[in-house]
């Protein structure tokens, strides 16, 4: 029988406690020690089956039977690594409780065939990021994850490394042929694949913008902030570039690990001070001095 890691964590927290049982609720029982019970069952039911209509078990019938127990055991793993990666990210305040079971369902129905470690950290934090904040992820996130391969996820966090907060989260890509963009790996192709898979907006002519601003705004890139000074008291824009993120782009960036660019923070601020909308210049030294 194969050990469950869950049963090997000692105590644990009230919200990790609830998660593992909303689940178990959910899917079944999949975390309770007799799991091995469950197996023996469906193996007399089996014999029982095979008995009552005399069916002669061959080597195909067994090999299939070893394939569903070995195929079925791999899934198991995979639910219960992912469930273990879960539980250190759950919050004091977090509400598992509150979790639609359908959305659980759905979740470990997509999650289960997941064997690689960076795919099942990010699995891992949405289950956790569901259970803190229930509705944080639809079922069509989740959905598009599952079709997602572990390079189309790379492509995606790396992208991320451009985002910068404007409100929301955005993505700063103001030419697909600039060098600060092709050196990581973002360009025309990149984007158009990620647009395809239904994770960005992309717009390569006429691009978008963030319209109706106040005189002043502070935007962030990895929490390093910018105050923006526009000319006229209201009704101002801002250049945002080509690139959108669209509702599942948006739940799954935070939870993507990306990093910051190299040189791009520089790279938008002489941007936005050429246009003379930087309200505070840096000194050499970084620190702000009034523009």
């Known amino acids: 029988m194969m050990d469950n890691p869950l049963a090997k964590l000692g105590d644990l927290t009230k919200p990790a406690t609830v998660l593992i049982e909303k689940i178990s609720d959910a899917v079944g029982g999949l975390f309770k020690p007799y799991q091995v019970v469950r197996v023996a069952k469906a193996e007399a039911e089996a014999d029982r089956i095979r008995a009552e209509s005399q069916i002669q078990v061959t080597d195909l019938h067994r090999r299939a039977m070893h394939r569903f127990l070995e195929e079925e055991a791999k899934r198991q793993l995979n639910i219960e690594?992912?469930?273990?990666?879960?539980?250190?990210?759950?919050?004091?305040?977090?509400?598992?409780?509150?979790?639609?079971?359908?959305?659980?369902?759905?979740?470990?129905?997509?999650?289960?065939?997941?064997?690689?470690?960076?795919?099942?950290?990010?699995?891992?934090?949405?289950?956790?990021?569901?259970?803190?904040?229930?509705?944080?992820?639809?079922?069509?996130?989740?959905?598009?994850?599952?079709?997602?391969?572990?390079?189309?996820?790379?492509?995606?966090?790396?992208?991320?490394?451009?985002?910068?907060?404007?409100?929301?989260?955005?993505?700063?890509?103001?030419?697909?042929?600039?060098?600060?963009?092709?050196?990581?790996?973002?360009?025309?192709?990149?984007?158009?694949?990620?647009?395809?898979?239904?994770?960005?907006?992309?717009?390569?002519?006429?691009?978008?913008?963030?319209?109706?601003?106040?005189?002043n705004i502070t935007v962030f890139y990895y929490g390093r902030p910018v105050e923006l000074r526009f000319p006229k008291d209201a009704d101002n824009a801002l250049d945002l570039g080509k690139v959108l993120l669209t509702r599942a782009g948006h739940e799954l960036a935070p939870v993507c690990r990306s990093t910051p660019?190299?040189?791009?923070?520089?790279?938008?601020?002489?941007?936005?001070?050429?246009?003379?909308?930087?309200?505070?210049?840096?000194?050499?030294?970084?620190?702000p001095t009034d523009g």
């Open 81 to 215: 690594d992912i469930t273990q990666k879960a539980l250190p990210l759950l919050e004091e305040k977090s509400t598992p409780q509150n979790v639609e079971n359908d959305w659980i369902t759905n979740f470990f129905d997509k999650c289960r065939i997941v064997s690689d470690d960076d795919m099942q950290q990010l699995w891992s934090k949405i289950l956790a990021g569901e259970a803190n904040r229930p509705g944080a992820f639809s079922k069509r996130t989740v959905n598009l994850l599952a079709d997602l391969d572990k390079g189309d996820a790379d492509l995606f966090t790396r992208l991320c490394g451009f985002a910068w907060q404007v409100g929301n989260i955005v993505p700063l890509v103001f030419d697909t042929q600039g060098d600060v963009y092709n050196r990581h790996g973002i360009n025309f192709d990149l984007l158009g694949h990620l647009e395809s898979l239904g994770l960005i907006q992309f717009n390569n002519i006429a691009g978008f913008q963030r319209v109706k601003l106040p005189n």
């Open 261 to 287: 660019a190299d040189g791009f923070f520089e790279y938008v601020y002489d941007r936005w001070a050429g246009q003379s909308i930087v309200a505070k210049k840096e000194t050499e030294e970084g620190a």
